[in-house]
């Protein structure tokens, strides 16, 4: 009976050990990317302050809308990409939800 199952478990260790590098990856990626907005934010801010700009930061969130809906699809579009033809979906699930919540 174990020999059938010792199988399954691999593929699921195989699956959460990508998951989990796939989500440090991630993770990392993201981490950047919120330090070169928060630069950015912090360099508009410093020439509005100048006189340099004028920012209307009610029409940029207006106007930032449809990102933000096309962000969630990417996100969407991000997983299928991903998990695609994986025999082995749970475990990278469980593996990426792992990895990401790491500190």
């Known amino acids: 009976m174990l020999e059938h199952?010792?199988?399954?478990?691999?593929?699921?260790?195989?699956?959460?050990?990508?998951?989990?590098?796939?989500?440090?990856?991630?993770?990392?990626a993201a981490r950047v990317l919120g330090c070169l907005l928060g630069v950015l934010f912090i360099?508009?801010?410093v020439l509005a302050y100048y006189g340099i700009v004028h920012l209307d930061w009610g029409q940029i969130l207006h106007h930032a809308e449809p990102a933000t809906k096309m962000a969630g699809s990417a996100l969407e579009k991000f997983?299928?990409?991903i998990t695609y033809n994986l025999p082995f979906g749970g475990g990278f699930a469980g593996g990426f939800y792992l990895g990401?919540?790491?500190r």
């Open 5 to 28: 199952l010792i199988p399954g478990l691999g593929v699921l260790g195989l699956g959460g050990l990508l998951g989990y590098a796939v989500a440090l990856a991630f993770r990392e």
């Open 43 to 45: 360099l508009l801010q």
């Open 79 to 81: 997983w299928k990409i």
């Open 100 to 102: 990401f919540r790491q």
